[in-house]
Nanobody, 124 residues
């Protein structure tokens, strides 16, 4: 199993970034997928998740109406479009996959596979 994130970088406040996560080694289309983030000194939190069974999406309150999670099953790729970025969005962003599909887990302990992370820095 492999999850490889890309697309992170330095962006000014108010700017946008699109993260990608290329997956292999498991049945991508049926897994629940999530984007987590972890800032220095803080716990890892789920920013967004997409359910493997229904494709319904859930977002943390802090990113609602700014971030959009999506996936392309043909390409085995997960995306996170981030708009109106704020300095508090600065973190390492991880993609993750969970075998749970009857609900959408938002806790890191419920995810089975993880990528190595990509740094997002929002600063002027």
């Amino acid at each position: 199993v492999q999850l490889v994130e890309s697309g992170g970088g330095l962006v000014q406040p108010g700017g946008s970034l699109r993260l990608s996560c290329a997956a292999s080694g498991f049945t991508f289309r049926i897994y629940t997928l999530g984007w987590f983030r972890q800032a220095p000194g803080k716990e890892r939190e789920c920013a967004a998740a997409i359910n493997g069974g229904t494709s319904s999406k859930d977002y943390a309150d802090s990113v609602k109406r700014r971030f959009t999670i999506s996936k392309d099953n043909a390409k085995n790729t997960l995306y996170l479009q981030m708009n109106s970025l704020k300095p508090e969005d600065t973190a390492v962003y991880f993609c993750a996959a969970s075998q749970k599909y009857w609900y959408t887990p938002m806790s890191s302990s419920e995810y089975n596979y993880w990528g190595q992370g990509t740094q997002v820095t929002v600063s002027s």
